[in-house]
C-alpha cells in the first residue's frame, strides 16, 4: 500500500508491467476523433459493433498528440486475424509468422494487428518462451495476449497509448501521454533488455526523437553507444528498411547527425565518418540531407537510390580515383569501383536489386556530363534516370567537387531551344584515336623519326 503510494508520488517505476491503464480522457490529451481517418474510425467502429475491443494504436496517435499529421493508422484488437477477416468483407490476412489483416476502406488500407503476447520471461504464457540468438535477439515475437501485454511489448512509452474514437479516451499503460508532453522517449521496460531483444529499436528510439523533437531519456540514452555492435546482428534487409524510413521522415539531417553522436552509424552506414571527414565529403552529404528533408516537407516524392547514391559517392570516388591515377581506363574504373562500393556495402545493408539498379544509373551518369560536344549531350538528356543524375551533378557543384560552369551548362542546355541547344555545344575534342595517333607522331618527332614510318 506504502509502495504503492510512493510509485504514485515519484511517478513511476518503468518495470514494463503494468495491468491496468490511466484512463485519459479528450480535455487532457485534445485529440478529437474527426483527426482519425474516416477508414480507419469505420473499421474500429465494425470491430466494436461485432463486441470485440479496438484501438487506434502507436504512430499515428503519438504523432497527433505531437502535433503531427500521421503516416498511416494502425488498428489493434483483440479479435484474432480470422475473426477480423469474418468482420470485413474487403479483407485479408497478411503474413505468415506473425499474421495481420489488411482491410480495405475505400482508397485506404488499415494494419487489423491482433494484441500481442509477453515474451521476454520463460515459463510464462503457457510456457511460451520466447526464441532468442545467442546476443538475446528476438527471433519470433507471434503470441496473441492481452491489451497489457500489448502494450508492455512496444517500444516506447508513447507509442504504447490506444485510443478509442468512440469514447474519445486513450488508455495509457506506461505514462506515454505525460512524457509526450515532457517531450521525453522513454523506454517500456530496461533499455538494455529491449535493446538486445532487437537493436533496432536504438536507431528507432532515435529517429523518433528526432521526428518529434523527443530527448531520449538518460536511461535509454546510456546504453546506446556500448550495445551499438548488437546491428550487426541484424538482418542487412531490417536495416535498410529502418534507414529508408529515417531517410525518408523528413528529418534526416538532424538523424544522421544524431546517429553520429550515439555512435550508432558505424552499424549501418561504417564510413560515414571517413566521408564526412573529408571537407567536401561533408558538406555533399549535408546538402543532399537538407535537400531531401526540404522535398519531404513540400510532400514531393524521395527516390532512395538518389539518397543512397549520395551517402556512398564519396567512398566510390575514394575508391575510383586511385584506379584511374594507376592509368585505369576512366569509365571502366568508375564501374569497378561503384561494383567494389555496393558491394561492401551489401554486407550491412541489403540495398534492394532495383534500388542498385537506380544508384549505379546515377553514378555511371556523372563522366558523361562532361560531355558536351556533338550528339552526345542529346544522348544524355534522353537518359530514363537523366533528372536524377542531373539534381546529383548540381548537389556535385555545389559542394565544390566539380565545376560550376559544368553544372550550369547542363542547367541552360535543359532549358533551351532545340536552337540555342545547336549553339551552346562544345568544339569536339579529338577523338581518342586521333590523339594517340598525334601522341605518336610528336613522339616520333622528339626522337627524330619519321612519324609516317611507323604507320
Ligand atoms: P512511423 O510509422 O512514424 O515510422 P511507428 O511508431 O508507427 O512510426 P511502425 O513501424 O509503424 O512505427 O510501428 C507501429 C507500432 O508498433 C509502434 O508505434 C510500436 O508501438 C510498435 N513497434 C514497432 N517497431 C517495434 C519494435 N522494434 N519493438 C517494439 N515495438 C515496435
Ligand atoms: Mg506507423
Known sequence: MIRKFISRVLGRKNTGKRNEPALIA??????????????????????QENGYQAYIVGGAVRDLL???????????????????????????????????????????????????GHHGEPGTNGGNRAQTDAQGRLLRDNVFGSQSEDAARRDF??????YDPS??????????????????????????TRYREDPVRMLRAVRLAAKIGLAIDPAARRPIREMADLLENVPPSRLFDEMLKLLTSGHALRCITRLREEGLHNGVLPLLDVILEQPRGERFVMLALEATDRRVAEGKPISPGFLFATLLWHQVLATWEPLKDSGEPPIPSLFVAMDEVLRVQAGKLAITRRIAGDIK???????????????????????PRFKAGY??????????????????????????SDEARAAMLLPAAPSTAKKRRRRRRRAGEDTGQNPNATE
Open 391 to 416: 539534381d546529383f551533378l548540381l548537389l556535385r557543384a555545389q559542394s565544390g567537387e566539380v565545376d560550376q560552369a559544368i553544372s550550369n551548362w547542363w542547367t541552360a542546355f535543359l532549358h533551351a
Open 26 to 47: 479528450l480535455d487532457q490529451h485534445g485529440l478529437q476523433r474527426e483527426q482519425i481517418s474516416r477508414g480507419c474510425r469505420q473499421t474500429v467502429e465494425d470491430l
Open 157 to 162: 512509452t508513447v507509442n504504447a497509448l490506444y
Open 66 to 116: 505531437a502535433g503531427l499529421t500521421p503516416k498511416d493508422f494502425d488498428v489493434a484488437t483483440n479479435a484474432t486475424p480470422e475473426q477480423v477477416r469474418r468482420c470485413f468483407r474487403r479483407s485479408r490476412i497478411i503474413g505468415r509468422r506473425f499474421q495481420i489483416v489488411h482491410v480495405s476502406m475505400g482508397a485506404e488500407t488499415i494494419e487489423v494487428t491482433t494484441f500481442r
Open 167 to 192: 469514447s474519445e479516451t486513450i488508455l495509457d499503460y506506461h505514462h506515454g501521454v505525460a512524457d509526450l508532453q515532457q517531450k521525453t522517449l522513454r523506454v517500456i521496460g530496461d533499455p538494455k
Open 361 to 383: 544509373d546515377i553514378w555511371a551518369l556523372q563522366p558523361r556530363f562532361e560531355q558536351r560536344s556533338g550528339k552526345r549531350p542529346y544522348g544524355i538528356l534522353q537518359q
